[in-house]
């Protein structure tokens, strides 16, 4: 198979779908709350809520808030992890560890190979004016627009200067059958 002038770049590794650090962190963050949700609901709460069944039929009651408590943990955490899905939270969250590691390790790289060992801290984007916010976002835009419409023009000029050769071409050709014809008619003229 041939070679292609221009290579792909390499596509970028696959983030993994196995909660990182951040993604287990939120889902035991609401394993707790669950838990503590749950944990409230029971049985002499249920009967606080219906005093006419605990006190006739107690062990019903019981039962149903066992079935409460169970169905309503399956529905939550069926929702929990429907959401996730949705959303992508697992790889964000496992994207947001790596741009955090890549940044700790090129905040180690700079640190290494400053003089002195510090690092002058960055500005944060926050403080900026928007002026310069609206630059620098925008700047790469511009630039490529910049580039294609300089390509543009200098294909414009060489069609420009191909047309002018062109005109010239045929002015010279224009002014020579005129020569010829001016010469036809005093030939003319003569005879």
Sequence with gaps: PPQSRSPSPPAAPPLPSTPGPRAAALQSAFDRALAATLSKLTPTNFAACFPTI???RPEMLDTFSRDFSGKLEAVCKAQFEQILQE???VSS???LDALLEDAKRRK???EATAPDGQV???IPPHTLPASQLLLTNLSPFLKSQHESLT???AAV???NKDMAAHVGRQREEMADMVAGLERFVADLEEA
């Design 54 to 56: 605990a006190q006739n």
């Design 87 to 89: 959303r992508s939270v």
């Design 93 to 95: 969250l496992n994207a």
């Design 108 to 110: 180690a790289r700079a």
């Design 120 to 122: 002058e801290a960055p």
């Design 151 to 153: 390509n543009e023009l």
């Design 157 to 159: 000029q060489a069609q």
